[in-house]
């Protein structure tokens, strides 16, 4: 089992930038898929951007197109993190951001259901 703590969420102006962070704990983090999805009040929780596990040193990167060139996910093993550097925010990226993981491959990486451990969240806020 991993648990997840996400940080480094605020409040920013139109256009700003924020770095979110998810610490996993436990071992073999490399074995995981990470993922970034975002919820606001009354709505579904919605994917934001994914990172495959390691595969030969390798990793995928995929990003919902709302965000597409303006996010980064990427990820730190030895630290056991995953980021999601965020840039040109905009209102509309006012949310709760939750990171994801499961153990192994993700079909379907923009389908909540297909992970299997969730962190607290943290809120984004971005004024216009």
């Known amino acids: 089992q991993v648990q997840l703590v996400e940080s480094g969420g605020g409040l920013v102006q139109d256009g700003g930038s924020l770095r979110l962070s998810c610490a996993a704990s436990?071992?073999?983090?490399?074995?995981?898929?990470m993922g970034w999805f975002r919820q606001v009040p009354g709505k579904e929780r919605e994917f934001v951007a994914a990172?495959?596990?390691?595969?030969?040193?390798?990793?995928?990167?995929y990003y919902a197109n709302s965000v597409k060139g303006r996010f980064t996910i990427s990820r730190d093993n030895a630290k056991n993190t995953v980021y999601l550097q965020m840039n040109s925010l905009k209102p509309e990226d006012t949310a709760g951001y939750y990171c994801?993981?499961?153990?192994?491959?993700?079909?379907?990486?923009?389908?909540?259901?297909?992970?299997?451990?969730w962190g607290q969240g943290t809120q984004v806020t971005v004024s216009s």
């Open positions: 436990g071992r073999s983090f490399t074995g995981y898929s």
């Open positions: 990172i495959s596990r390691s595969t030969y040193n390798t990793y995928y990167a």
């Open positions: 994801a993981a499961r153990l192994g491959s993700v079909s379907v990486v923009a389908k909540s259901g297909q992970y299997d451990y």
